[in-house]
């Protein structure tokens, strides 16, 4: 079949070098919490215009408040299932629900934003030559069968359980932008993240960090979902957000792992938890949901290897930041 389309601009014609020297960068879920702290690190560069797409559905725009009216600066809010005609040089993909209380609460959307909003965020990268990044999950690992797990593991994944929008949903989303990458030669980057933490996570989301603080914070008990014996591993989010540019900046498309290799159980976060910030607070299990992986811990030699990149913030370190973020906006001050 002959194509009438012309071929992209190259690369020294493309859209911001055309017009001024700066890089236009669009970052899409960019009020959401791993967002904004990015949003935060590409306005420290002067040569960065930085537009966010948002529809709000979990990211507060008061995230982005200090960048609200600033000339290098354009938010819009936006729904990545719906086409976006926007001019830029790199795309940041990130709109996707990612606690599991907020993407289960509407599951044929949160596919649709996988899926749809992602097939979106490729049809522009071909239209204007961008290159794009996709902050895909540990979850495309599912429950795995291989620990820790590097990039070449397949997964275990239900096809079919309550966290099928998500997981099954972001494997769909790495699927499209490899055969866009094959098939039309967009320049991609695909972004494993593990569990991420630190200020501006959603207080009431669900996720363990945030349950854990706020309920220490509140005198509540801190609930462990049974057995306590799952694990994660959580990287803060300065860590995350440097790895997430070194990622795009570097020649690899990836999939590579984005994650802190600290592996804990639940039991001992909680206790983390207590001795840091409310030692006196009770611990109490309580049941599960369905699908929860036992064990997630990522390899990261490629990040290493490749970008040079690993986490310098420990668990104990990143905790006190976040409480103290979390102590400001629940006006609970330290006795
Ligand atoms: P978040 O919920 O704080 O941010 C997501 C942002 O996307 C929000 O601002 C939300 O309003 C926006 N959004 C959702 N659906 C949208 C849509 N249809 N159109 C436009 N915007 C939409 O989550 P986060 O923790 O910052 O996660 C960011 C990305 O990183 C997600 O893609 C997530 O899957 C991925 N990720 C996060 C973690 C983690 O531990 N935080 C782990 C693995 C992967
Ligand atoms: N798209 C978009 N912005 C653009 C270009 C495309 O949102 O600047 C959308 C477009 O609406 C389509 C999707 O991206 O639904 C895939 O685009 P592509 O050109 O790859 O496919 P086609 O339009 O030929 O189906
Ligand atoms: N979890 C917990 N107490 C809570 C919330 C979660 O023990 O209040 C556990 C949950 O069972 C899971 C782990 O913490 O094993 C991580 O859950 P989260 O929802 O934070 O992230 P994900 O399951 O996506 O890794």
């Known amino acids: 079949k002959t194509t009438s389309k012309p071929p992209p601009l190259p690369s020294p014609l493309r859209f911001s070098k055309f017009y001024q020297s700066n890089m236009r960068i669009l ?6 919490f791993i967002g904004s702290h ?8 002067e040569k960065n215009e930085v537009i966010v797409a948002d529809n709000y559905f979990t990211g507060p725009k008061d995230n982005l408040r200090k960048w609200i009216g600033h000339p290098r600066f354009e938010l819009i809010r936006h729904d990545v299932t719906q086409p976006l ?7 940041y993909h990130l709109a996707c629900p990612a606690s599991p209380i907020f993407y289960k609460y509407n599951p044929v959307k949160t596919i649709k934003t996988n899926v749809i909003g992602t097939l979106n965020m490729l049809g522009l990268a071909k239209r204007v030559g961008a290159r794009i990044l996709l902050t895909s999950t540990s979850e495309v690992y599912g429950d795995p069968l291989i ?5 070449t593991y397949w997964g275990n994944v239900n096809p079919i359980g309550v966290r099928s929008c998500y997981d099954e949903g972001k494997r769909v989303a790495e699927t ?3 055969d866009y990458h094959r098939q039309h030669g967009i320049e991609i980057r695909i972004a494993r993240i593990f569990n991420t933490y630190g200020p501006r996570m959603n207080i009431d989301d669900g996720r363990v960090v945030s349950n854990f603080i706020a309920q220490a914070l509140r005198g509540e008990p801190l609930t462990v979902q049974k057995p306590g014996t799952q694990t994660r591993s959580f990287c803060y989010v300065s860590d995350m957000v440097d790895g997430l ?3 795009m900046e570097g020649e690899h498309t990836g999939p590579i792992n984005i994650g802190n290799p600290g592996e804990f159980t639940m039991v001992e976060l909680a206790e983390t938890v207590k001795e840091l910030i409310k030692p006196d607070v009770e611990i109490n299990m309580v049941e599960n949901t369905p699908d929860d992986p036992r064990q997630r811990k990522p390899d990261i030699t490629k990040a290493k290897e490749l970008l ?3 986490p310098k913030v420990k668990l104990r370190d ?18």
């Not at 970052?27 to 959401?32: C, D, I, L, W």
């Not at 620990?147 to 990039?151: A, F, G, N, T, Y």
């Not at 976040?322 to 906006?329: I, K, V």
Request: hydrophobic share 45%.
């Open 245 to 247: 540019i070194r990622l």
């Open 176 to 178: 499209l932008m490899f």
């Open 147 to 151: 620990h820790p797990q590097p990039e």
């Open 38 to 45: 990015l949003v935060d690190k590409l306005m420290e560069n």
């Open 85 to 91: 005609l926007v001019e830029v040089d790199q795309i």
């Open 318 to 335: 990143g905790l006190p930041l976040m409480e103290e973020d979390f102590r400001l906006r629940l006006g609970i001050s330290k006795e």
């Open 308 to 310: 040079g990149w690993e």
């Open 27 to 32: 970052v899409t879920g960019g009020a959401g």
